[in-house]
């Protein structure tokens, strides 16, 4: 009995022509990446009465092959959880838990908690974090703490963990569950 949706990255690559023409185009936004502004569309599709939100960017989406494992792997999940957070504003569905999944995700339950709570339209929603494979968590040098990820010095303490940036620790701490 309840209301379900799926937010997902939108990798042209791997949707068979069929799937792609089931798209419905929603809007466009702007999300904040750092120091900067990138461009995500919003694109949805019902599958056996559950709907699934697609985020699309193509600079960041549309690989050649494999899903992980760019130079720019960072700045990409950046942008997937900041703009699942952006969407709310753009979608009649307003969530009461956000479930995330491994480090491309940890971001949205860290975000949430320094730049949306407070916000009107954000309050009371709640995040699960849900660890998938403890090997990948999301490591990277501190020199893109604030140019990538947006976080000041004061925030460190959140993602540091052995030494470095590390994502899985900040959905960790952040995290409703």
Request: glycine share 8%.
């Amino acid at each position: 009995g309840h209301e379900t949706c799926v937010v997902m990255p939108y990798y042209v690559n791997t949707l068979k022509p069929e799937q792609k023409e089931k798209m419905i185009y929603i809007t466009n936004f702007s999300v904040p990446v750092g120091w900067r502004s990138q461009y995500c569309g919003l694109f949805s599709q019902q599958v056996d009465g559950v709907t699934y939100f697609f985020l699309d960017n193509e600079h960041y989406f549309k690989r050649d092959s494999g899903l992980y494992g760019y130079y720019d792997d960072a700045e990409r999940y950046v942008f997937f959880s900041r703009a699942i957070l952006e969407m709310l504003k753009y979608i009649e569905f307003k969530p009461q838990i956000i479930n995330c999944n491994d480090w491309q995700t940890a971001l949205v339950p860290v975000y949430y908690n320094l730049f949306y709570k407070n916000t009107w339209g954000y309050d009371n929603i709640k995040q699960v974090f849900t660890i998938h494979n403890i090997e990948y968590q999301g490591q990277y040098g501190f020199d893109i703490l604030g140019d990538t990820f947006e976080l000041d010095e004061w925030d460190r303490d959140v993602v540091e963990y052995g030494g470095c940036i590390n994502l899985m620790k900040g959905a960790i701490v952040c995290a409703d569950k």
